[in-house]
């Protein structure tokens, strides 16, 4: 039975970095991906779009994600062009293709607590962009809320998707270890609103409803309001929301509720 293990819900290519800094705080790091991400299966549209970037006032990447894919495709970021993202991961992914304060306006919410949608446009001066062209770089299904606050500030806004994304489907390996960490009594970081759901839909293909009670029972640390609101929804009480930022999540591993 897995006991007090963390278990790390990422995307795999973004959950390495994590389960390192987990392991050095001396617990034991389980990756459990909730969300499998692809590349697109015809790219043109995404390569005809980002190859005439100076045509945007602000470009918007709605996650790590879609910044990393988009950036197979940039060879550099054209002066004068602002970027906003919503957390700090995404910054972080901004700083390894070489983006940061230092050389580049970056926006992104003011509160880590709420790196969403809602809060990037209350933090944007949407007055000075209206009139002007914007892109929302994202994958292939989103919310609109972004787009539709843009739009409804008078900017001129396109969207292009960068990759896509799925739970991944349940298999003879994958329940089995759902199964086992479920028996025991883990942290679970889970950094996505989707992801979250995907991960009840999971539990509920094993068929047990005392599976879905034990889920009740884990610890759930989360970065971002938005995913609590998700996870009450959805019947999830023992949570932790700790703020946007890998630094963040590891604080509150290191705290008890």
């Known amino acids: ?84 993202v919503l957390g700090e991961g995404s910054r972080v992914a901004l700083a390894r293709h070489g983006l940061t304060d230092a050389n580049t306006r970056i926006v992104s919410p003011k509160d880590p607590a709420r790196s969403d949608s809602e809060n990037l446009l209350q933090t944007l001066d949407l007055a000075a962009l209206a009139g002007k062209e914007v892109l929302i770089v994202r994958g292939e299904s989103g919310r609109e809320l972004m787009a539709d606050g843009l739009r409804a500030a008078g900017a001129l806004v396109t969207t292009v998707a960068a990759y896509r994304r799925s739970v991944p489907p349940m298999t003879a390996a994958l329940r089995e270890r759902l199964q086992t960490l479920l028996d025991g009594q883990n942290d679970w970081i889970i950094t996505s609103s989707e992801a979250l759901r995907g991960l009840l839909a999971l539990v509920g293909e094993l068929g047990d409803p005392a599976y879905v009670a034990k889920l009740q029972q884990q610890r759930i640390i989360i970065p971002h309001a938005r995913i609590a609101e998700t996870a009450a929804a959805l019947g999830l009480t023992r949570l932790t929301l700790c703020g946007s930022g890998d630094e963040r999540l590891l604080a509150a591993l290191q705290s008890r509720p």
């Open 1 to 84: 039975m897995t006991t007090d293990a963390v278990v790390i819900t990422r995307p795999l290519a973004q959950a390495a970095p994590l389960a390192r800094q987990v392991e050095a705080l001396g617990r034991t790091a389980v990756l459990l991906p909730l969300l499998e991400i692809f590349p697109l299966a015809d790219q043109s549209d995404l390569i005809r779009t980002l190859a005439d970037l100076e045509r945007y006032a602000m470009v918007a990447f709605v996650s790590p994600n879609a910044i990393d894919a988009a950036f197979a495709h940039i060879a550099k970021w054209p002066a004068g062009v602002t970027l906003a």
